[in-house]
């Protein structure tokens, strides 16, 4: 059996965010997505919770007993990746 | 080194020979492919640490290799975050660990104005 | 500002498809892949792929065959191109080119793959620690063992069994495969050894083979309609027969729509290729329902599981979105 403390793994690799921390919110209220990753900050890396959304949704579902498929993921806004204010600066569309 | 490499494979077959250049890696100089990742060079020469983390001070070394997640971000020629398993080795390159969260050096400002 | 009949983001076997069925039939076509080289899936899995042209190639040849295609075709492709966002018209905004220019589609096919499913055990975020993607990415495309050749295989998702011969092949050890449930991971400051159902043994990778789930982020940015199937591994854009999704002129192709096979990818791309060329009227729509009812006959399971996605949430995403507008 592992013997390492179950509740110090990283869910949010991006933000170092430990499954603890994301029970604790839904402890404290979390019932969306979005609530844990304003509780938490888990989502808001580089990576906008590509690696740990799935995890943190399963997590609610658990919790909450409500389906999957109601489990909105985070609200997804561009930039879909990394990018530079000089790319956004760059990014004007022209009237 | 050359077992961190894979040389011969039997579907790949041989990895062709190209002519290696030179980067600094906290100032210890190595050799690599042109072109080819950052990271790649340094798991290539042995490195499997590329940055720590600001919270835990915990040791990365590449989850995704995809330019994903923040595991592999480097200080590269100054300039930090860098993801070190999307920027392509040039000759010279200078190449540092980055410890925490990325700092821009005063040096950079001045060097871009 | 320049403008093309279509876009497409991505370029795998979807995409590649899609950018070739659209430019084939005359239309100004774009094919932007964030990559060095275009590819994307094909360039690390090796087994052998059937192309529509009748040849059966390994993945990396495949990958070479149909940019080689496309370019016959003159799609234009862009490599190291990353498409970031996409903005109703379709304007979209790209980084990595050498000129800056406003980019414009008269329409817009999402070809963005799919990503792996992480997982979070003791010892996760040590270095040696990837997923199966990466290490097939490190193997096959860099050439390059990450610290040691002991991986421990964990995770029974589809990349499991061909993760297992790759390692082989590579020359290489597996030294343990078992469920992440049960799995610890320990050593100081990399892989050492790993613990799985209790058996512990020196390993210097772990891989996780978790399972994928499709990458969407640009189609819900554009606000399609997304509902949960488990077959497709998550959150999975809706699609009609033609691939279109709720947005009027927004394809979704490949694995983006739905885990399946680089078969039904490139399948998928041509269709969504087709129907971008069908709605701007440069071949007949019952040229497009043949190319439709060809797909239902040869990927019936994925079409009856493509009908299956409801939108179970879409109204919540429009509810948290306009209250996060005041903050």
Request: charged share 20%.
């Amino acid at each position: 059996m592992p013997v390492a403390d179950e509740n110090s793994m990283m869910l949010c690799r991006c933000y170092e965010v430990s499954k603890a921390a994301v029970d604790e919110a839904i402890e404290n209220g979390a019932v969306t997505v979005n609530d844990v990753k304003r509780m938490t900050r888990a989502g808001m890396g580089l990576c906008q919770g590509i690696y740990c959304v799935p995890e943190i949704s399963t997590l609610l579902h658990e919790a909450t007993g409500a389906p999957l498929a109601t489990i909105a993921p985070m609200t997804a806004r561009p930039p879909a990746r990394l990018i530079t204010l000089g790319d956004l600066e760059r990014f004007v569309p022209e009237p | 080194m050359s077992e961190r490499r894979i040389s011969s494979h039997p579907l790949l077959g041989p990895l062709p020979d190209v002519g290696m250049v030179s980067l600094t890696v906290d100032g210890v100089e190595m050799s690599a492919r042109p072109g080819e990742p950052v990271a790649v060079a340094l798991l290539a020469n042995g490195i499997r640490q590329f940055r720590t983390m600001p919270k835990s001070g915990n040791a990365r070394g590449g989850f995704c290799f995809a330019g994903r997640c923040s595991d592999c971000q480097m200080i590269v020629d100054g300039v930090p975050n860098v993801m070190a398993c999307v920027a392509a080795v040039r000759g010279g390159m200078r190449v540092e660990t980055q410890h925490g969260v990325g700092v821009w050096a005063e040096s950079t400002s001045e060097a871009a104005s | 500002m320049i403008e093309f009949d279509v876009v497409v983001v991505g370029g795998g076997p979807a995409g590649l498809s899609a950018a070739i069925a659209a430019a084939r039939n005359g239309l100004r076509t774009a094919l932007f892949d964030e990559n060095p080289v275009a590819g994307g899936a094909l360039r690390y899995r090796l087994e052998p792929v059937s192309l529509p042209n009748g040849g059966t190639l390994p993945g990396p040849s495949a990958a070479r065959a149909l940019v080689d295609d496309a370019l016959r075709h003159r799609v234009q492709i862009a490599t190291g191109a990353v498409a970031w966002g996409a903005f109703s018209g379709f304007v979209v905004g790209v980084t990595g080119l050498d000129a800056h220019r406003e980019i414009r589609a008269k329409r817009l096919i999402l070809a963005t793959g799919s990503t792996d499913l992480a997982a979070a055990f003791p010892g996760s975020d040590l270095p040696g620690v990837l997923t199966g993607s990466a290490l097939l990415r490190l193997l096959h495309v860099h050439r390059v063992w990450p610290g040691g050749r002991r991986v421990a295989i964990v995770g029974a998702g589809d990349l499991a069994e061909e993760m297992a011969k790759a390692v082989h092949d590579a020359g290489g050890e597996v030294v343990a495969r078992g469920a992440i449930e049960t799995l610890a991971v320990s050593g100081n400051g990399v892989v050492e050894r790993v613990n799985v159902d209790g058996v512990e043994c020196p390993a210097d990778v772990v891989a996780i083979c978790a399972g994928r789930r499709p990458d969407i982020s640009m189609a819900l940015a554009l606000e399609a309609q997304a509902g949960y199937s488990s077959a497709f591994g998550g959150f999975t854009v809706m699609r009609s027969e033609s691939l279109e999704t709720s947005v009027t002129g927004l394809y979704v192709c490949g694995s983006a729509g739905g885990i399946g096979s680089i078969a039904s990818s490139l399948a998928e791309g041509t269709l969504a290729g087709l129907a971008a060329t069908a709605s701007l009227e440069k071949i007949s729509d019952s040229t497009l329902q043949q190319e439709i009812d060809a797909f239902a006959g040869a990927f019936p399971d994925r079409v009856q599981q493509i009908e299956a996605i409801e939108p179970d949430w879409t109204q919540h995403l429009v509810e948290s979105v306009t209250a996060g507008a005041g903050k």
